[in-house]
């Protein structure tokens, strides 16, 4: 078997191909370190302000899924690719998505300050109650579409375009997986925002069963969005990587 293909835009070795993703991890672990201080500080005051960094991070999120979509998935090396358990994947995957979603709408509402009256909601609008309520109809359904936004990304199948083992598919996942990534690291700021008021002055034993705990409560929430750029992945040091990251992030909040 070749271990590179050449193309107009430059070569990536079969054996390295997985490295987009890792490399997006990698990415993400620092920028957890460096800016979850700042953002978990920023989350833990109420304003509308969060609100919109919420919406932004989850938009960029479905973008990105869709983006890695575009990339032609790796070639399988059975001459009867197993259809079913694709759709079984696909099938949990959607089915934690509704959950993902939930949460997320429920993290809009508490760190954007919904119904908190000093987040400045109010000042968005001015004073007039006739268009208060307007925009409160409209704020609500595009909410819904929006929220659907993300179950659509998964079922949604684009034309494939870049050849992943081309240096533009190599970059396009790079890019999709950082903008998948850039969700999780809002969600995890919005948990440390949570997390640390509560003590953890607790016994190493107590802190490696809250850690097993939070870890899989972690991967309930984060499994969607980057399942569904794993799955077009052919080696499973993607799904490492990101088990990785999120257990440095889950080892944060305790220690």
């Known amino acids: 078997m070749v271990d590179k293909i050449t193309t107009a835009n430059g070569f990536v070795g079969k054996r390295w191909a997985w490295s987009a993703l890792a490399i997006a991890d990698a990415l993400a672990v620092i920028a957890f370190l460096k800016a979850t201080p700042w953002l978990s500080a920023r989350l833990d005051h109420p304003h509308w302000l969060n609100a919109v960094i919420v919406a ?22 059975s001459s009867t690719p197993d259809k079913t358990s694709d759709r079984y994947a696909l099938g949990c995957t959607l089915a934690l998505s509704f959950f993902y979603i939930f949460f997320v709408a429920a993290m809009f509402i508490d760190a954007g300050g919904v119904f908190d009256p000093e987040s400045g909601w109010d000042k968005l609008v001015i004073g007039n109650a006739e268009i208060s309520s307007v925009l409160t109809s409209v704020g609500v359904i595009v909410g819904f579409i929006v929220l659907g936004l993300f179950p659509w990304a998964l079922l949604h199948e684009p034309r494939r375009v870049w050849a992943r083992w081309s240096g533009v598919g190599f970059a396009t996942r790079l890019v999709s997986a950082m903008l998948v990534n850039i969700m999780v690291l809002v969600t995890a700021a919005y948990w440390n925002t949570a997390l640390t008021g509560e003590s953890l002055d607790i016994a190493l034993g107590g802190k490696l069963l809250l850690f097993t705990l939070m870890y899989i409560v972690f991967w309930l929430f984060y499994a969607p969005p980057r399942l569904a750029l794993i799955s077009l992945e052919s080696s499973s040091w993607s799904l490492i990587s990101f088990a990785i990251l999120l257990a440095i992030m889950t080892g944060q909040l305790i220690w």
């Open 56 to 77: 932004v991070a989850y938009l960029l999120m479905c973008v990105g899924i869709v983006l890695g979509k575009m990339v032609k998935p790796a070639v399988s090396t």
